[in-house]
């Protein structure tokens, strides 16, 4: 891996941080939303429901965890520069 490209994954690896930790208490507001929606809709579709309550656990988590917000930035970060080729 050249020093370029690691350099602009770290950067934007410290872009998203940022940004995940100045809306963390909306991520968190959000999960608790989804959550009690998922819990009412485990009443209609079963499936829907799996899917809401695990989408709302996560951001459940990267709202209250730092450490969370960090991976999730990381893979972030990774996965948007997995396909750039150097300069």
């Not at 809401?52 to 965890?65: D, W």
């Amino acid at each position: 891996m050249s020093t370029r490209r690691r350099l602009a994954r770290e950067r934007l690896e410290i872009y998203l941080v940022y940004l995940i930790l100045a809306y963390q208490r909306l991520i968190l507001i959000s999960g608790l939303i989804m959550l009690a929606f998922g819990i009412a809709a485990m009443f209609t579709n079963l499936l829907v429901a799996c899917m809401m309550l695990v989408s709302a656990i996560f951001l459940l988590l990267v709202g209250a965890s730092y450490n969370v917000a960090l991976f999730t930035a990381r893979l972030a970060a990774w996965i948007g520069t997995l396909g750039r080729q150097d300069d």
